[in-house]
């Protein structure tokens, strides 16, 4: 029995993104339910925020290879509201990402406390331009931003890369300040800015630009400097407490470090008067393992994935379904929205610091061609149909640790279900009195739709 009320997209190695009407539609019944094999429950998760990916110079500079009809492509397949990925939710960095052309910030002149010379010039070229044109797609995205790297002359060593913030209180005034004109300086170009994450990678010490924090420092800075500087200068830009990327709970192990849970997000929002600025929490890579216990102990805050992790540029089929785990993780464990980290790149995504990673899309600058990789599709598997506002149906039986359910605010419920193994699956569901047959491809990505 076919509906015209359930769309069924699939895609595998050898086909992308194709409808199959392959599904077998039943009223349920006594023999149906002993056959399922994953339930639809009524419990409620979160509520979704959105999806997309960050702005990063190498993004907007591989762009421009293309012809106008290509890039107009590209972006309408990324931020179009009637296009593939339909992005709501975006990043951007506070001077220099380690995407970045190379490194800069917004005040390189030393010792200016009062952000005389704070400038976001350097942004007109690349990213400024980049947000533009998805903002002409969607004029309702919003963003969080975070610096990867305070002006050198705030920090100890004087360098992007390596090093921590002069703990020196005329030094976080400056850098509270600091922000404050980053925000203002966006809105005065028609770019909100909706929240601010304190620091890319709070325990990252890399050849690239980065800034260690403790939890103790980022528990000082949100109270006493930051939240108070946007309370004087009365802005509703939301402060995050993030991008955490806590060690792994190995590595724990090997040092003088408390769990990655306690040592930043709980010991952060323990106390009361930097709680109060809190919105939410932004978690990447190694902090995925602590956004279950915070999201346990602080359910009323919300919570990003905020990076996607990002390969080593190969693009393969098998990355794409480790990536399709890590949506599966975070929403499971609490996030509300999951941002992908550089939508596109050159061949092999290399940076000017030397590392390969992957994308979603790839610019060819000699064939001056564009293609689609794998984790695209991933991605488009759960931002096409998912809406904003929708929230999770918590799931079980044999497919729940491959599958996520969300109940948009039109009522429709979209199934997400990867099979992650070599041969055909049968998937057989219940919904609201019917019952749902699908043989799931082998290695392949699903998206299902009742409405």
Not at 359 to 378: A, G, H, L, Q, R
Not at 404 to 414: A, E, Y
Request: with cysteine; glycine share 6%.
């Amino acid at each position: 029995m076919s509906n015209n009320n359930v769309v069924w997209m699939e895609t595998t190695r050898q086909n992308f993104w194709q409808h199959n009407n392959e599904i077998k539609i039943n009223t349920a019944n006594n023999n149906m339910t002993s056959m399922t094999n994953l339930k639809i429950t009524e419990q409620q998760g979160r509520v979704v925020e959105g999806f997309g990916s960050c702005f990063n110079e190498l993004g907007m500079f591989a762009i421009e290879h293309l012809s106008e009809e290509d890039r107009h492509a590209v972006l309408d397949s990324l931020f179009a509201l009637d296009g593939d990925c339909k992005f709501t939710l975006c990043r951007l960095p506070i001077g220099a990402s380690d995407y970045a052309l190379e490194w800069y910030s917004h005040n390189e002149h030393d010792d200016d406390y009062e952000m005389k010379h704070f400038s976001i010039e350097r942004d007109h070229k690349y990213l400024i331009p980049y947000i533009k044109e998805a903002q002409k797609r969607n004029p309702k995205l919003t963003f969080f931003a975070s610096p990867w790297s305070p002006p050198t002359w705030m920090k100890t060593p004087k360098a992007y890369n390596f090093g921590t913030l002069r703990w020196e209180k005329k030094i976080l005034e400056a850098y509270a300040l600091y922000f404050v004109k980053f925000i203002q300086a966006y809105e005065q170009e028609g770019i909100r800015i909706n929240q601010i994450h304190i620091q890319n990678e709070v325990v990252a010490d890399q050849k690239f630009p980065s800034c260690k924090w403790t939890g103790e420092q980022l528990q000082e800075f949100i109270r006493d400097y930051l939240g108070p500087a946007f309370k004087q200068y009365q802005l509703d830009t939301e402060i995050w407490l993030g991008t955490i990327n806590a060690p792994e709970p190995w590595q724990e192990l090997l040092t003088d470090t408390t769990s990655d849970y306690d040592a930043y997000a709980g010991l952060v929002l323990s106390d009361p008067e930097a709680y109060q600025y809190i919105h939410g929490v932004g978690y990447q890579w190694a902090g995925k393992h602590a956004i279950q216990r915070t999201v346990a102990s602080y359910p009323e805050l919300r919570y990003l994935q905020t990076e996607n992790e990002c390969g080593n540029g190969k693009n393969t089929w098998e990355y794409a379904q480790y990536v399709s785990t890590l949506f599966h993780h975070y929403f499971v464990n609490g996030a509300n929205g999951y941002v992908y980290w550089n939508a596109i790149l050159e061949p092999k995504g290399s940076s000017t610091w030397g590392w390969e990673q992957n994308s979603m899309i790839t610019v060819d600058p000699e064939t001056k061609k564009y293609s689609f990789n794998p984790e695209f599709y991933v991605v488009k598997h759960h931002s096409h149909f998912v809406q904003n506002g929708a929230v999770r149906l918590v799931t079980s039986g044999r497919f729940t640790s491959n599958s996520l359910v969300f109940q948009n605010p039109d009522q429709s419920v979209v199934l997400i279900v990867n099979n992650p193994l070599k041969d055909a699956q049968q998937l057989s569901f219940e919904f609201k009195g019917k019952s749902y047959q699908l043989e799931l491809k082998p290695e392949s990505f699903n998206s299902v739709v009742l409405s």
